[in-house]
């Protein structure tokens, strides 16, 4: 059997609408979504890419390109703003477009004590059958009859 692979949605097109939606502060999956793609398209488009496989490799350094140059703005106007004392829209988009450099960290102390409780159970076998009868009581039950009380099939 021969397996023909489906052409690629990935034009130069659609990498400079995907530059320029990253540019504008779109997540990740917002710029999947407006180019008609799924999120797991678009992760599997940049690991192709990180990859060196063509033509994802020039999505992932576009796209790796716009977010650095969208930092670096951003950064600008933070430096800017906060000369001027307006800093809290700007620093709103850094936490949350980078928030793996800018998010808020928060933390919280646990204790916590794990207890174990063991019980020993000693159970006496009220039942003397052997293994052999109880096995054949079993089979028993499970080949009753599924008619209604009263009804033998005409065979």
Known sequence: MIIIARKTKLTDEIIDISVEN???????????????ISYETWRTWLNLG?????????????IQEAEADLMKDLLKQVK????MGDLPSITFILER???SEWG???S???????????????YKIKDK?????????ILKKLTK??????????N
């Open 80 to 83: 800017k703003r906060a000369d």
């Open 104 to 106: 808020r960290t928060t």
């Open 108 to 122: 919280q102390n646990v204790k916590m004590t794990s207890e174990n409780v063991n019980l020993n159970y000693d």
């Open 145 to 154: 009859s599924t008619y209604p009380p009263g009804y033998e099939p005409k």
């Open 97 to 99: 477009r980078f928030s």
């Open 22 to 36: 990253v540019k504008n502060c779109l997540t990740q999956a917002a710029c999947a979504q407006a180019i008609g």
């Open 50 to 62: 990180r990859e060196g496989k063509e033509p994802y490799a020039r999505f992932y350094i576009r």
């Open 129 to 137: 059958r052997t293994a052999d009868e109880i096995r054949s009581d």
